[in-house]
Structures are given as structure tokens and as C-alpha cells.
């Protein structure tokens, strides 16, 4: 039986040494991938937070659009306008 030169496996452990540096620290490494995948679910969330966001600012421009019942509600509530011939009256404690 021959007997394999002792640089082959100085070479195969290199290497293997190499491919192993690449799994766990190099660029597509498994921390690399599941802090990615962090991010994406991350942004998945958010995606979710901002559509729903968008629905209800679009259902509140149609009701703009529809009638003027929205308007004078935002009028009356935030800016703490009254009609014409109306009398507001406070109360307070």
C-alpha cells in the first residue's frame, strides 16, 4: 500500500478549513442569511402595518369624495367649527 504525502492532507484540511470560514462568517453565510431573514419578516410587518394604513386612508378620501356629511364632521371635531345660526356652548367643571 502506498502511503499518501503528508501535504495532501495539509491541503484537504486547508481547504476544508476554508470552506467552513466561508459557511459560518463569508458573504451567504448562515448568520448572513438568518439575519436577512429577520429583516425581511421585519419589513413584512411593517408592508402589513402600511397597507392597512393606506386602506383606511382611502375608504376616509371616498367618503370625502361622497358627501359633504364627512366634511362638516372633520370641521366640527378638529377644527371646532360651528354652522351658521348654531350657538356652541361649553361646559365646564
Known sequence: MK?????????????????????????????????????????QGENQHL????????????ELKKGMETVEERARHELGMVKEGETLYQLAE
Open 51 to 62: 397597507l392597512e394604513r393606506n386602506r383606511i386612508l382611502e375608504a376616509e378620501v371616498l
Open 3 to 43: 502511503k499518501t504525502p503528508y501535504w495532501l492532507f495539509v491541503l484537504l484540511i486547508l481547504l476544508l478549513a476554508g470552506l467552513q470560514y466561508r459557511l459560518w462568517v463569508g458573504d451567504g453565510s448562515l448568520a448572513e442569511v438568518a439575519e436577512l431573514k429577520r429583516q425581511i419578516a421585519s419589513q
